[in-house]
C-alpha cells in the first residue's frame, strides 16, 4: 500500500491517494506496513500530515452506503463533520480530515483550514471537487 500512497500523492490521484489513506488507518496492521516499507521515507509532508491525522481514528464499520473501507473504492462514505459545524471547536488534526472528506487543501493554519471548511458550505451552493484535484488547488491556478 506504501508504494501506490507514495505514487497516488507524486502524481496527484487524490481519489486513489484518500482511498489508500483510509485503507492504511483503518487498522493498525495497515498502518505498521505502510509505516514501515521503504517508500515510507519518500512520503512528502503534506502526505504525512494526512496520514498521521487519520492514524488511531476509527470509523464506524456499517456506513450509509456500505461496509468500510469497501465503499471508499467510489468514494461514498458519510461524512465524519456535517456541513454548518462550529469548526472553532476542534482541533488541527479533525479540521484536515474534514478538509480531506471534503477534498479540499489539508495544507495551512488552524484558522486557513477554519476559513477553508466554513466557505465550504455556505448556504448559495456547496463547492465540492468533480475532479481528482481538491477545489482549493484548482482555484489558486485559474
Known amino acids: 500500500?506504501?508504494?501506490?500512497?507514495?505514487?497516488?500523492?507524486k502524481h496527484g490521484?487524490?481519489?486513489l491517494r484518500r482511498a489508500l489513506i483510509h485503507?492504511?488507518?483503518?487498522?493498525?496492521?495497515?498502518m505498521d506496513a505502510v509505516t514501515g516499507a521503504d517508500e515510507y521515507a519518500l512520503f512528502s509532508a503534506g502526505l504525512l500530515r494526512d496520514l498521521f491525522a487519520h492514524r488511531g481514528f476509527k470509523r464506524t464499520l456499517n456506513q450509509k452506503y456500505g461496509k468500510?473501507?469497501?465503499?471508499?473504492?467510489?468514494?461514498?462514505?458519510?461524512?465524519?463533520f456535517e456541513d454548518g459545524t462550529a469548526?472553532?471547536?476542534f482541533t488541527a488534526d479533525s479540521l484536515r480530515r474534514a478538509c480531506f472528506e471534503r477534498n479540499l487543501a489539508t495544507s495551512g493554519t488552524f484558522a486557513?483550514?477554519?476559513s477553508r471548511l466554513s466557505s465550504s458550505s455556505t448556504p448559495n451552493g456547496s463547492q465540492q471537487s468533480n475532479g481528482d484535484e481538491p477545489l482549493a488547488k484548482r482555484q489558486r491556478s485559474s
Open 23 to 30: 485503507f492504511a488507518a483503518f487498522d493498525s496492521g495497515n
Open 68 to 80: 468500510f473501507p469497501l465503499m471508499l473504492q467510489w468514494g461514498q462514505t458519510a461524512y465524519e
Open 87 to 89: 469548526w472553532e471547536n
Open 112 to 114: 486557513e483550514l477554519v
Open 13 to 15: 490521484l487524490m481519489t
Open 1 to 9: 500500500a506504501a508504494r501506490y500512497l507514495y505514487q497516488a500523492d
